[in-house]
């Protein structure tokens, strides 16, 4: 087979995998009520349909990483599209609340497993700028596209078929997958676990970064000055400080320090991970927000977002590309993040009585626009000073804050979105105003995560950082990339 064909060929098969993923991330929260009803959960139990998937998908993405970078990015790939795939079909067939929660968490391990590589696979298949920009402009409108994606698809089979579903459609899906990775990806050459496996290493930042997780989706139930939250996060803190110790005295340690010397892939992963954290917030609270405020069912809520998805999907056909190498990375991220924020203004300022045309529909018109403006810079600067060797360790270091910040920063708007709308209520608004209060704050909240991160992209995203990356996309590209 031609070579170009097969990268493009791979590309299409790791985006599948990643699709999975991120309908996953999505496509169960609007089946959780029949869920609920149909295997017997507790309103409290009811959380652990998603924890469990967070938690085995929050733990894992750093040491799958690396060893992918060791043992070959392809076999660990396609490992964790194989433990999905089964775990999805285990979930689906669930008679009861313990069976479905480890079926969630074994889901969680194998998109951890899969995700931690995703991105380094691409950046070895594509090292040509040119053709890395449109490779990634196709990954991150699966990436963006596919949780809305999940919230339209959750509603629809939930609503025609039955829950048990959203967890079968995977079964096909990871089968193409399988066949067609162990075909078309190609094998990295590592240097093997002959050289020793840093063991301790691998238990504590996987135990540090389960713990955290943990520590964070139980909050909101716990109280965040608990002494369960406080326990399990110092827990997860302690851990990940002495795998930070360990590594610097280790010869050959699961990850080099010297990784995160590189300020654009940590500046880069910070401003992820605030993008995210209002990207994640629009998602949840709007869904919220648009069912309990405005009265819409599961699938008119996935229709609702369809124009953020569409305008991503009309940006990740070539036009961001095309725009990065005018402007450049770093400017173009600058306009993107400021799109958002006006977008989440936008929100913020929206009451119960608005309409969703013009008012809702601007407003995610504009996150799509953002949206697709910020994704490919990001994970553009992200990779642009990584060596070769390190990509995987780079990608799952970049996965892990992206989830765990978010995570955190979305559980902190969930807690104090809702003590907002409980003091509106003992003041005594009206319980339909305060609710919508109560979202209003936290978009508010998500525009100033969007607006730290835009802060990054100024201050440790200088052009020193990413000077590399903007020249290599102006000198010499512009031609190609326009013909393409």
């Not at 920009?133 to 596209?145: E, P």
């Not at 990940?240 to 110790?245: E, P, Q, S, Y």
Request: net charge neutral.
């Amino acid at each position: 087979m031609n070579s170009n064909l097969r990268r493009w060929m791979a590309l299409v098969v790791v985006c599948f995998g990643q699709l999975m993923i991120m309908l996953d991330s999505t496509i169960v929260n609007v089946a959780l009520p029949s869920i609920q009803v149909d295997l017997g959960f507790s309103e409290a139990n009811l959380t652990w349909v998603v924890n469990a998937y967070l938690i085995g998908y929050g733990g894992f993405l750093m040491l799958a990483g690396r060893v992918g970078d060791l043992i070959g990015r392809r076999k660990v790939f396609l490992a964790g599209v194989f433990l999905f795939t089964i775990a999805s079909v285990g979930s689906g067939f669930a008679q009861g609340p313990d069976h479905l929660i480890i079926g969630r968490f074994l889901q969680g391990l194998g998109a951890s497993i899969s995700a931690g590589v995703i991105i380094a696979i691409i950046v070895t298949e594509f090292q040509r700028p040119s053709e890395r920009a449109q490779a990634m402009s196709i990954f991150t409108l699966v990436i963006a596209g596919g949780g809305s994606l999940g919230l339209l698809a959750g509603g629809f089979i939930t609503q025609w078929l039955t829950w048990h579903w959203i967890f079968f459609i995977n079964l096909p899906i990871g089968v193409a997958t399988l066949i067609l990775g162990a075909w078309l990806i190609e094998e990295n050459e590592g240097p093997g676990l002959s050289r020793g496996v840093d063991v301790p290493g691998a238990i504590l930042i996987t135990s540090g970064l389960m713990l955290g997780v943990y520590a964070i989706v139980t909050a909101a139930s716990q109280g965040w000055t608990s002494v369960h939250t406080l326990g399990f996060g110092g827990a997860a803190i302690a851990l990940v400080g002495l795998f930070l110790a360990l590594e610097s005295r280790l010869a050959n340690p699961l990850m080099p320090l010297r990784v995160l010397g590189i300020r654009s892939l940590v500046g880069a992963s910070a401003a992820r991970a605030l993008l995210f954290t209002g990207l994640s917030t629009n998602f949840f609270m709007g869904a919220l927000y648009l069912q309990h405020v405005r009265g819409y069912n599961a699938f008119e809520t996935g229709l609702a977002f369809l124009p953020t998805t569409l305008m991503i999907g009309v940006m990740s056909s070539g036009v961001a590309a095309r725009l990065m190498v005018r402007v450049g990375p770093r400017s173009l991220l600058a306009v993107g993040l400021s799109t958002i924020i006006a977008a989440l203004a936008l929100l913020a300022s929206g009451g119960p009585g608005v309409t969703y045309a013009p008012w809702l529909l601007t407003a995610y018109v504009l996150l799509g626009a953002g949206g697709g403006m910020s994704f490919l810079p990001l994970l553009t600067i992200t990779m642009a000073d990584v060596p070769i060797a390190d990509s995987g360790l780079a990608s799952g270091i970049s996965n892990v804050t992206m989830q765990v910040g978010a995570s955190l920063g979305l559980a902190a708007m969930a807690a104090i979105s809702t003590g907002y709308t409980n003091s509106l209520v003992a003041q005594g608004t009206p319980v339909l105003t305060a609710v919508a209060g109560g979202y209003q704050l936290a978009y508010v909240l998500a525009a100033a995560c969007v607006a730290a991160g835009l802060g990054i992209v100024f201050t440790v995203l200088r052009p020193s950082a990413a000077r590399r990356t903007e020249m290599s996309h102006n000198e010499g590209e512009s031609a190609e990339v326009e013909a393409a």
